[in-house]
């Protein structure tokens, strides 16, 4: 069986002054409008995030089912996978459609950090490493990323013009 998007909604990146249930209930109608379904006909919802650092909410997923009363029964998970949190909700997604569970996945991908301080915002970022020994790399997250392209480009050569 092959999956499609059927309909999608973003908002603009950048500092919006809300929190992530606000971002959430915003593109989770603008989404379902796009693909032409109602919150009833959505047999699963997943919403990715990359955890509690950002946000004091600690269940996430749960913010979805505030979209529409359709959806109150509506199992709904979270999925975590540093960079790639997004996409990990849409993967997710397609293989419960795969697997003959869901005909129809909300998958949301959030993330606000504009409450959030320069501080806490590199420790959060600097935990998405392996902690134990990439913890005291010179530059946090960005110095970890600066270690493994050099290493990549010591054992291939250098790829500055990909970056």
Not at 14 to 38: F, M, N, P, R
Not at 40 to 60: K, L, T
Not at 99 to 119: C, D, K, N, P, Y
Request: net charge negative.
């Amino acid at each position: 069986m092959s999956s499609c998007i059927v309909g999608w909604a973003h908002t603009p990146f950048g500092k919006h002054g809300t929190d992530i249930e606000s971002l959430i209930l915003q593109v989770a109608g603008t989404a379902l409008a796009d693909a032409g379904i109602s919150a009833s006909d959505v047999d699963e919802i997943v919403v990715g995030n990359y955890g509690g650092h950002f946000s004091a909410q600690g269940f996430p997923s749960s913010l979805v089912l505030q979209a529409d009363d359709a959806l109150r029964f509506t199992p709904s998970t979270r999925v975590e996978n540093a960079c790639a949190t997004g996409s990990a909700a849409v993967h997710q997604g397609l293989k419960s459609i795969a697997a003959g569970q869901a005909r129809f996945v909300l998958a949301i991908g959030v993330e606000s950090m504009t409450s959030t301080s320069r501080e806490l915002i590199a420790e959060a970022l600097l935990s998405a490493s392996y902690v134990r020994d990439e913890a005291e790399i010179e530059g946090g997250f960005a110095g970890v990323f600066g270690v493994i392209a050099q290493e990549y480009f010591d054992r291939f050569g250098d790829q500055s013009d990909a970056l």
